[in-house]
């Protein structure tokens, strides 16, 4: 072959790739009632399973749209019903398996309902919540799911009171809709009271910043159990600080430095058990022999933990149905059709990581 006849075929071969790659035209209600004979409002109400249309006519035009790559225009779809069928979910971190748990147990419970869930992230940053909220209302969400940061902006909580909404876990007083949270203090009464009774005294908490919500009702939680059963607690057993993994371990590490340590620890949140019992797997301390602990959460390793981890469980199915079925029902049947507050309760479940005081 010459370079002269090389250069045309090249050429036409070049077209034939441009052409494949290009994009057809989007199939549209017009085009499937085209193809099928049918009138287009025929397809458009047998597309929507409108019963006036008979079960076989509704099939054809069902199996067509599929063969031929029908897709319906959600947009449009808005417009004319005033619904998109998604719901918005606003967490701080997907990362904390509590919150990926809650995200999967309502996506599941939006895709039973026909409904799409959209995940937006806040990294418990107001600023970027108010976008992020502010980004879902522009997508005309019918309902959003969030867990607050600790301090929101005065737009947030105007923007969530124009859109039906579910506050999860944390809540903020200036804003008018439905909760869903646990008693914190209670469940951390519990963990507490759990080791009183095993004759711990010197029990060392750690917890979160008294400035959030939970946080403040952990320590509470903590203190009221000292308090009903008499006891005196040590001041220097309370540390506060952020959650992570790093908090922790410094906080678990400096409590061991004490010219007497806790014998029993409980870490207040999910976040604080790696790093703590890192620390104390390197300072040669045996879990429960010479220090008991309890964790919180509901993570699977606690159970294949040696022993398994004394833990506060949190109700993580439950959480996520009584959050989906508050935005949903709500959304058909108005406010009043739901519970304006739901407090669900923590589970104390004991394995190997507590024991009773050593004489």
Not at 179 to 204: F, N, P, Q, Y
Request: with cysteine; charged share 20%; aromatic share 6%.
């Amino acid at each position: 072959m010459n370079e002269q006849t090389r250069a045309p075929l090249e050429e036409r071969l070049n077209e034939k790739d441009e052409a494949r790659s290009a994009k057809r035209p989007r199939m549209t209600v017009t085009d499937l009632a085209a193809h099928l004979g049918l009138a287009h409002s025929t397809v458009s109400r047998a597309l929507a399973g409108n019963s006036r249309i008979s079960p076989e006519t509704r099939e054809r035009v069902k199996r067509a749209a599929a063969e031929l790559g029908y897709v319906a225009n959600a947009g449009a779809r808005t417009l004319r019903s005033g619904r998109s069928g998604i719901i918005g979910l606003v967490l701080p971190d997907i990362r904390n398996e509590f919150f990926a748990a809650v995200a999967q147990g309502l996506a599941d419970d939006c895709i039973h309902q026909k409904r799409q869930m959209v995940l937006a992230l806040s990294s418990d940053d107001p600023g970027v919540e108010a976008e992020v909220v502010r980004s879902l209302l522009e997508s005309q969400v019918e309902g959003i799911v969030i867990a607050l940061s600790a301090k929101p902006h005065r737009e947030t909580l105007s923007l969530l009171n124009q859109v039906y909404c579910v506050q999860f876990l944390r809540h903020h007083r200036a804003l008018s809709q439905p909760v869903v949270t646990v008693d914190a203090a209670e469940g951390s009464r519990m963990a507490t009271e759990h080791l009183l009774s095993l004759g711990h005294r010197k029990i060392g908490f750690v917890g979160l910043p008294s400035t959030t919500m939970a946080g403040a009702e952990r320590l509470a939680g903590f203190r009221e159990a000292f308090r009903q059963a008499g006891v005196v607690h040590d001041a220097d057993l309370v540390c506060i600080e952020a959650a992570g993994a790093d908090a922790g371990y410094s906080q678990v590490a400096a409590f061991l430095r004490l010219p007497q340590p806790p014998t029993a620890i409980y870490l207040s949140a999910a976040s604080f058990a790696p790093g703590g019992i890192l620390a104390l797997n390197e300072a040669g301390v045996r879990i429960p022999d010479d220090l008991s602990l309890v964790v919180t959460g509901s993570s699977p390793w606690y159970e294949t933990w040696p022993g398994g981890l004394t833990s506060i469980s949190l109700p993580l199915e439950e959480f996520a149905h009584a959050a989906s079925a508050m935005i949903l029902k709500r959304r058909h049947e108005g406010p009043r059709s739901v519970q304006p507050f739901v407090k669900l309760n923590y589970q104390l479940v004991v394995r190997g990581s507590t024991r009773a005081v050593n004489p």
